[in-house]
């Protein structure tokens, strides 16, 4: 019997219907829609879309895998709608964006994809959707000559085209290498400086989607991916201690057995031990995230890390020049929220109370408050600065947890490519793609960018924080951090 689900992120409301399989057409079909789209040829003159990508498990092992889709734009399908669906070269998932210019909601399309291999009457499929923002080439600033780190100020400097082709030295009168805080070596033409296009996720990784990650791990995996053992009490919390800490609501929701069944996570923030529930905090930013964390559900989706240059891009955009101290809405204003003041506290919906110019999750210490939903400040109707939104339409790149970046703490980093994950890790859970950093801190890779929710005056997007420790023993996790990927196309 197939068991087939679709696990979709809610952050602005993408719903994915329960998937059905033709096995004689090796095709895989779902229903999907969301809200708050775009495809816009004036201003940043980009699109949003979703990534969506297919696990499969076979009886005989009972190991989740990535299945492969076909690289052939015309043999996948989409019925309904505005939308088309844009193949990649690897075949590790799909992009669907819409077809022209528009802005609103995406109504429910049906979505056929085709299986590079076919699939049979034992196999079990999960669907994943990840919402992601085109961003496109060009040139860009980085460096707004007030921030930056170990007293250093990095001055404007302009990124080209040529720049990505020469790659910078050692020595360069730029961010990542000024005060002995960059790469060790220099960066060749491969290393990607965010001159060419890409995707990023349009929010942070969600408690959702993380425990959809867990999910799909062997019980060896999920050790290294948690904080507590898989095979800990039902309702153990799996990334913090044993209560909740910091709106971090994943918990076990039935234990595993070592060496055999993994255990099986779901969201229960409101702590009555009932799982995903309405008010469960599924679309709330994950924190307590470690940098090998982050890289192996990148790696696992398919996705990879940004670097510090990409971060900027995205906040700033094009512009040609820039403002002392700006946010990722390219302003000085900002507006706090925070956990303590909320409407509909763990929903789909949960907003804070707070209105105002740059509204982002920052300005509260308390232990008990935490992140915010995933754009949670953006709607139909919100201007970017009115969302907290960065230039092209990238949500909480200030704010809510810190975004962990490919750069800093004088590590080589010149073997980073823009290669992305293969969707799979290693059997003890860590990213196993070529020249990812595999630590944070003095290991190389997870200095942070951004602000988090317990940061009492926003970072600025030219501003570096410490790097994060942990490698595959699961050091490092902290309160404040999580992060995103992108993915070249």
């Not at 998937?19 to 004689?24: A, L, Q």
């Not at 609501?249 to 409101?270: F, H, K, T």
Request: a negative charge; one cysteine or more.
């Amino acid at each position: 019997m197939l068991m087939l689900l679709a696990l979709p992120s809610q952050a602005n409301n993408l719903q994915m219907g329960n998937p059905t399989v033709n096995t004689g057409a090796s095709t895989i079909s779902f229903t999907i829609s969301w809200e708050n789209s775009w495809n816009v040829t004036a201003g940043p003159a980009n699109w949003d879309g979703v990534w969506l990508f297919v696990k499969r498990q076979a009886c005989s092992d009972r190991l989740w895998n990535h299945a492969l889709l076909s690289t052939n734009d015309a043999d996948h399908a989409i019925t309904g709608g505005v939308l088309e669906v844009d193949a990649v070269t690897d075949g590790m998932g799909v992009f669907v964006r819409r077809t022209s210019a528009g802005q609103g909601n995406i109504a429910t399309a049906t979505v056929t994809l085709r299986l590079q291999t076919a699939p049979n009457a034992v196999d079990n499929f999960k669907v994943f959707g990840i919402e992601m923002v085109n961003i496109p080439q060009g040139d860009f600033i980085i460096g707004d000559g007030v921030q930056g780190w170990s007293n250093v100020n990095f001055c404007p400097q302009w990124i080209t085209a040529a720049t990505q082709a020469a790659g910078l030295g050692v020595g360069s009168n730029y961010v990542c290498w000024n005060g002995g805080t960059g790469s060790s070596a220099p960066l060749p033409g491969t290393f990607p400086l965010g001159v060419n296009r890409f995707y990023s996720m349009k929010y942070e990784v969600s408690q959702d989607q993380y425990v959809g990650f867990l999910n799909c791990l062997t019980f060896t995996q999920q050790v290294a991916r948690t904080a507590q053992p898989p095979n800990s009490a039902s309702g153990t919390y799996a990334l913090t201690a044993t209560t909740p800490t910091s709106r971090n609501g994943i918990r076990i929701a039935m234990s595993g057995l070592p060496n055999s069944e993994p255990a099986v996570y779901g969201c229960d923030l409101n702590a009555n031990g009932v799982y995903d529930e309405a008010t469960d905090g599924q679309n709330i930013a994950c924190n307590w995230l470690a940098w090998s964390d982050l890289i192996a559900y990148l790696d696992w989706a398919a996705l990879r890390p940004m670097t510090e240059f990409e971060y900027e891009k995205i906040c700033r955009g094009p512009a040609s020049t820039m403002l002392a101290n700006e946010h990722a809405w390219s302003t000085t204003a900002l507006t706090a929220a925070n956990a303590g003041a909320l409407t509909n506290p763990g929903a789909a919906d949960e907003v804070p109370t707070a209105t105002g110019p740059g509204l982002c999750a920052i300005g509260s210490g308390n232990n008990a408050h935490g992140p915010l939903r995933c754009g949670f400040a953006s709607t139909a109707s919100t201007t970017r600065i009115a969302a907290g939104a960065a230039f092209y339409g990238v949500m909480d790149m200030t704010g809510n947890v810190y975004e962990q970046t490919i750069g800093g703490w004088n590590f080589n980093y010149s073997g980073f490519t823009a290669a992305s994950g293969d969707g799979s890790l290693t059997a003890g859970g860590a990213a196993n793609t070529t020249a990812w950093p595999p630590t944070g801190g003095n290991g190389g890779g997870g200095v942070v960018r951004g602000a988090a929710w317990n940061n009492w005056n926003g970072r600025q997007i030219s501003a570096r924080g410490d790097a994060i420790q942990g490698g595959p023993s699961n050091a490092g996790r902290d309160r404040s951090v999580g992060g995103r990927g992108i993915r070249n196309y």
